[in-house]
């Protein structure tokens, strides 16, 4: 009897298998998964040299694994099982009891080496007046809240070490600010940005002026990226905000590494509809974004950034009349050609600490 069990079981499995692969190469997927935001793996070219030499298996494999027939629905199917068995971490990310939080890439002292030295060398360069904001993790500020098996990564540590070798430059400790809030308040429980609300605490701080920014609701079920890698769906969604006041704003230009495209506001509402609700501020990543305003200040501020900058800029727009973000992870060309840095009253660099613990892209700004 046990014999046929296993006969039926391992038929079953295998007939699984072939209809799913079946599926896979007769169905007609998108070449872009919103659960993910991410493009899906090409189909690979097959080629004697590539099949010899074993790139072809390996770029099948991941084809296969991207576009596998109603792979989201396996993705949620594992987590939960995962989720029954007591198992927390899932692809990078740990499933806390009202939060997920990212286990952060181990920094790499090169990397952070040659971001340092290259903002020394830009600041003194351009004697601008120069600040950074380096945000840590979710479960680095909000460490109480992180499950007890979650990785020991002393960012904290890393970031004072950090900003001890800057030279010229206000450092922002956003670790005080952030820690005055409550996980939610500050950071999404689904994602791994910070929220507006965080963003503008932090932005006061910067600016040491009172926080008295007013938030509106614009959406309430907000699924982030956290939510995607895990495929843990037991987080509550949360709900996005923007800034209300900012009635100075003029346009928003969007180069996008070709061509400059005008936009009468900085939220770009199509993506409330979307899963990737974060890129309503601004939308996505581009080489350089400008937001022109009435303020009358006669400052500009040029600000070096990743995605964390998105939300963060709503305050900024208040306070200066032009505030050109820049992307130095999509620039192919140095930063001097793109902008006329003889403009340019203020600069700020802000990063996620991971990002500027683990990228090299400051070689643009020399």
């Known amino acids: 009897m046990k014999k046929a069990e296993a006969i039926i079981i391992t038929a079953v499995f295998s007939l699984l298998l072939v209809v ?24 690979p070219e097959a080629s004697v040299d590539s099949v010899l030499s074993g790139k072809f298996g390996q770029e099948f494999e991941g084809w296969l694994t991207d576009r596998f027939v109603a792979r989201d629905f396996w993705v949620k199917l594992k987590r939960a099982s995962d989720s029954a068995l007591g198992i927390k971490e899932s692809n990078g990310v740990v499933v806390g009891n009202n939060a997920l939080f990212d286990i952060p890439d181990k ?17 003194k360069k351009t004697s601008l007046p120069t600040s950074i904001i380096l945000v840590p993790s979710t479960a680095t500020v909000f460490y109480e809240d992180a499950p007890s098996l979650f990785p020991s990564n002393d960012e904290e540590a890393l970031v004072e070490n950090i ?10 400790d956003t670790l005080p600010v952030l820690r005055a809030m409550t996980l939610d308040e500050a950071f999404y429980k689904t994602d791994h940005h910070w929220t507006s609300k965080g963003a503008a605490a932090v932005y006061s701080a910067w600016r040491n002026i009172e926080n008295t920014f007013e938030l509106e609701e614009v959406a309430e079920d907000f699924y982030g990226t956290l939510t995607s890698r895990s495929g843990d769906i037991s987080i509550k969604a949360d709900t996005v905000e923007k800034i209300t006041s900012g009635d100075a704003f003029v346009s928003c230009k969007v180069f996008d590494g070709v ?4 936009y009468p506001s900085m939220y770009f509402d199509s993506y409330l509809g979307l899963k990737d609700k974060y890129s309503y501020f601004l939308g996505t990543n581009q080489p350089m974004v400008t937001l022109e305003t009435a303020n009358g200040t006669g400052r500009v501020l040029l600000m070096l950034k990743d995605s964390f900058a998105h939300s963060f800029v709503q305050c900024a727009s208040e ?13 192919t060309s140095p930063l001097d050609t793109l902008l006329d840095l003889d403009e340019v009253t203020d600069v700020l660099f802000l990063y996620s600490l991971e990002n500027f613990t683990t990228q090299d892209n400051m070689m643009w700004i020399k």
């Open 319 to 331: 306070d200066f009349d032009k505030v050109i973000l820049v992307d130095l992870r999509y620039l």
């Open 163 to 172: 900003y001890s070798r800057l030279d010229n430059v206000t450092a922002v």
């Open 107 to 123: 920094a790499s002292e090169k990397a952070v080496e040659k971001n340092i030295s290259a903002i020394n060398a830009f600041q």
């Open 20 to 43: 799913g692969l079946v599926g896979t190469l007769i169905s007609d997927k998108p070449d872009f998964s919103e659960w993910e935001n991410r493009e899906l793996a090409e189909f």
């Open 259 to 262: 061509n400059t495209t005008e």
